[in-house]
C-alpha cells in the first residue's frame, strides 16, 4: 500500500473515530442530564423545511458523486501496482542494452523450489518493496509451512539454498530475500 494511502486511511479511522467517541459521550450524558444546555426534543424542522428546495436533490447527488468518486479513487489506490515488478541489473557498461528480471516470476519460482523440497507442506512468495536506510529496496519473502513430522533445523538448511540461488539470480544485493518459516 502507497504510504499517502495509509496515512489517509489512519486519518480517516481517527476522524471516524473521534466522531463516534464524541456522539457516544454526547449520548451518555443526554441520558444521564448532565448536557451543558438544555435538549428536550430534537428540531429537525430546518432539515425538512430544506427538502421542499429545489436545490436539494442536485446537493444531494453530487454528494453523493463526490461520495462515489472518492471510493472509487480509494479502491484504486489499493490494487497491487505492476510498478517496481521489474529491477534493472547491473550490466556491463561496454555492451549496450540493460537486462531486466521479474521479480515476481522470481519469487514464484523460488516457492516452487521450495514446495518440492522435503518436509515442506506449502510455500507462497510474496514481493514488497521496503525501506532500508531511506532507499526502496525489493523483498522476495517465501512464507512456507513444513509438515508436523518434519525437522525445523533440516528445513531451514534446505531453504537457505533456496535463499543462496535467488541471490544469485538477481544479483547479490539487488534484493534482499526473507524465508518465513512455520510448521
Known amino acids: 500500500m502507497k504510504r499517502s494511502t495509509a496515512f489517509f ?3 480517516g479511522v481517527l476522524i ?3 466522531a463516534l467517541v464524541a456522539l457516544g459521550v454526547g449520548a451518555a450524558l443526554w441520558q444521564r442530564g448532565s448536557l451543558p444546555f438544555t435538549l428536550d426534543t430534537l428540531d429537525v424542522g430546518v432539515v425538512a423545511d430544506r427538502q421542499q428546495d429545489a436545490w ?11 461520495l462515489v468518486l472518492i471510493l ?3 479502491l484504486l489506490r489499493r490494487l497491487p501496482s505492476s510498478a517496481g515488478r521489474d529491477l534493472t541489473l547491473s550490466a556491463d557498461p561496454s555492451v549496450p ?3 531486466t528480471v ?3 516470476a522470481v519469487a514464484k519460482q523460488a516457492a516452487d523450489v521450495a514446495r518440492e523440497l522435503p518436509g515442506i507442506r506449502s510455500a507462497r512468495p510474496r514481493l514488497r518493496w521496503e525501506r532500508v536506510d531511506g532507499t526502496r529496496v525489493p523483498v522476495v519473502s517465501i512464507i512456507v509451512r ?8 533440516a528445513a531451514a538448511t534446505e531453504l537457505a539454498t533456496v535463499r543462496r540461488h535467488v541471490a544469485a539470480v ?3 544485493g539487488a534484493v534482499a530475500v526473507r524465508i518465513l518459516l512455520s510448521t
Open 56 to 66: 436539494w436533490p442536485w446537493a444531494l447527488g453530487g454528494a453523493g458523486v463526490v
Open 146 to 153: 513444513t509438515d508436523a513430522e518434519a525437522s525445523p533445523a
Open 16 to 18: 471516524l473515530g473521534a
Open 170 to 172: 538477481v544479483g547479490d
Open 102 to 104: 521479474d521479480l515476481r
Open 97 to 99: 542494452g540493460s537486462v
Open 72 to 74: 472509487l479513487w480509494s
Open 9 to 11: 486511511d489512519r486519518l
